[in-house]
């Protein structure tokens, strides 16, 4: 049996400065170019160029290691469109910058080895939104997409993020800690 947490939250609007400096405490990460490619590639669009990788073995073995986030986060996209397909809901656009936020914030969290909501994603999401939800996560790197969706879906608050028919466009991320696990944020918004 795979154990789990999940955790949802909505907004109709920003976040106060008291959870921005929340959100900082975590620290900074820089975004992952070929996790946006890969989204973008599935989504027909990529605004992010390739930076250079390096050949060393680390470098190879962390290659591979953002090659299967990558297919995850991509994985965990395409299953919740087809889950708002089967609801009668139109797919959701990728956005790039979103799932920067999201992937910035998973990696955070398995950092931290603590699950929490990013309290500042709707500032750092692009502006003009007029909905926003995020859900998140925390299983281990064992669990399918499809696990992971599921347990987003068997719980009230995460489905009805998922199947909000006023959200347009979805942002994902997905990090493997050294500890082995997983952790998954989906963040939603109406532009």
Known sequence: M???IVVGAALAGPTTASAQESAEAFGSSSSSCSFIQQLGSLFGSSDCEASPRSSTPDRAADQTADRAADQMAADIARLTNEHRRRNGLPPLKFNADMSEVAQSWSGRLAKAGTLSHNPAYSKEIPQGWRVA?????????QASADQLVKQWINSPGHNANMLNPDITDIGVGY???PDGRAWATQNFARY
């Open 133 to 141: 939800s995020e859900n998140v996560l925390q299983n281990w790197k």
């Open 2 to 4: 795979i154990s789990a």
């Open 175 to 177: 990090y493997v800690g």
